[in-house]
């Protein structure tokens, strides 16, 4: 079974491959999830189709069967109270899912 980091890794990996492919700029970045008390999904993703405002979108990794803490559902909820793109996320498919379902594929 893969390790988050490395399931982290591999959504990096698709996102850097999307950007060559499409029209999108993307930058990811990891962050920390002790950063400001806890709870911080593992990747900050800016998209831009490079000529209008993009989106920031945020995904908790986790393994295949495993859901987030609940500090970090409630960090989840909060951003998504804000209207912020967040998903908890255990693959580069449904990271694919959830940028198609947002329209953000082409």
Not at 39 to 63: A, Q, Y
Request: charged content about 30%; some cysteine; overall charge neutral.
């Amino acid at each position: 079974m893969s390790t988050e980091k490395k399931i982290q890794d591999d959504i990096k990996d698709f996102l850097k491959g999307f950007a060559r492919d499409t029209k999108f700029d993307v930058e990811v970045f990891k962050t920390h999830g002790n950063l400001y008390g806890g709870g911080l999904p593992d990747l900050l993703v800016f998209i831009s189709p490079g000529d209008c405002p993009g989106v920031t979108v945020l995904f908790e990794v986790k393994r295949p069967g495993k859901k987030a803490t609940p500090r970090q559902q409630a960090v989840i909820d909060r951003l998504k109270d804000l209207h912020i793109l967040v998903a908890v996320v255990h693959s580069v498919r449904e990271v694919q899912e959830f940028l198609a379902h947002m329209r953000i594929d082409t």
